[in-house]
């Protein structure tokens, strides 16, 4: 059984709000007061409260959001027909308090040439993620990340990412919501984007190094004194990270590029990956964090790819040790 709910239609429910009541002594008919200033958002479907918030949170259903986010298609790439687009991935939580919605188009007309793997070009597109919930977690929210197509292993990067965001606390999500894109600002993102992916496949990076950097970009630490069943799924974390980098090896080479594709891959599909108590959108964004300084460090003409990995697990072992004296000193004050 997953833990995520990953078909969209699961979260297109309605909802509903009540009052919040406590009760005050036991057993005692009348003893229920009405809590002020807060309300519980219900499942129609079944009834079952989602979360408690305050009286000013503005609602949106998740039916409502993605209608936004189709809205929010239209005004980006106004060439597309808003009907052209299509859910294609969806994430949330068992609870449902918040989601995250994909919507992608495989039209040609959305497509742009990246760097090359050998004689083939690579081509990536823009997904465009709808993010709302019912529990304060994610505010209602637009983004524009990229995909490679050719594997759907997608990230959101800084600095090359067009966003929406509205705090459900606020009037103004009441109102129509507005997006402003023009065609010169997702042109300025796609350049910028490219400009990231340009040197990563004339960097040249062992394979030995991969699972090293793919747990430092995607913060899986390693774990101390494990379990035998947290050892065995650390194997198979580590074996699925050996496997993905031979595969996109042999795909295009022994490259930064090929690196990028193993820790997007991790990011996209976290469940098969073995990161099944880790977000999808989160993941993603750690990705494009990683291409984003990646990028700038691999350009520079003193930047060796051992020194780069050393930097890495002593950075990784004093965050260790500053987690491991953190939780010392909290059980110390108990």
């Known amino acids: 059984m997953t833990n995520r709910i990953t078909d969209y239609r699961e979260l297109m429910f309605p909802v509903r709000t009540v009052s919040v009541f ?27 409260v989602i979360s408690v918030v305050s009286d000013d949170y503005q609602v949106v259903t998740n039916r409502d959001a993605l209608d936004y986010g189709f809205r929010c298609c239209e005004s980006a790439f106004p060439d597309v027909p808003q009907s052209a687009w299509e859910v294609t991935a969806a994430d949330a939580p068992l609870s449902s308090g918040h989601c995250h919605i994909d919507l992608t188009h495989n ?14 070009p690579d081509t990536y597109g823009p997904f465009i993620r709808v993010a ?5 977690k994610r505010a209602l929210g637009f983004t524009i990340g990229f995909m490679r197509k050719v594997c ?13 965001s509205l705090d459900h606390n606020t009037k103004r999500i009441r109102e129509r919501v507005e997006f402003e894109t023009s065609r010169t600002q997702f042109t300025s993102v796609k350049t910028k984007f490219l400009e990231f992916l340009d040197p990563l496949q004339k960097c040249t990076i062992p394979g030995e190094f991969f699972p090293s950097i793919s747990r430092f970009a995607l913060r899986v630490p390693i774990p101390e004194k494990p379990s035998k069943r947290k050892q065995e799924e650390w ?18 080479g ?29 993941l993603q964004r750690l990705a494009g964090a990683w291409l984003a300084e990646f990028s700038s460090e691999c350009r520079k003409a003193s ?20 987690e491991n004296a953190e939780q010392s000193s909290n059980q110390w004050l108990m």
Do not use: W
């Open 22 to 48: 406590a009760e005050l002594r036991d057993g005692v008919e009348g003893s229920l007061q009405r809590i002020p200033g807060k309300k519980a958002i219900v499942n129609c479907t079944n009834d079952k």
């Open 107 to 120: 039209s040609a007309r959305l497509r742009f040439d990246s760097v090359s793997a050998g004689q083939r």
């Open 132 to 136: 709302n919930s019912y529990n304060r």
């Open 152 to 164: 759907s292993n997608g990230m959101i990067v800084p600095r090359s990412s067009i966003s929406f």
């Open 235 to 252: 194997n198979h974390f580590n074996a699925h990270i050996k496997s993905l980098s031979e595969e996109y090896i042999q795909q295009v």
């Open 254 to 282: 022994e490259n930064a590029y090929a690196l990028l594709n193993v820790i997007s891959d991790l990011a996209s599909r976290p469940s098969k990956a073995g990161l099944r108590r880790r977000e999808r959108h989160s």
């Open 303 to 322: 930047f060796d790819p051992s020194r780069y990995v050393r930097q890495l697990d002593q950075a990784t072992a004093k965050s260790v040790r500053n």
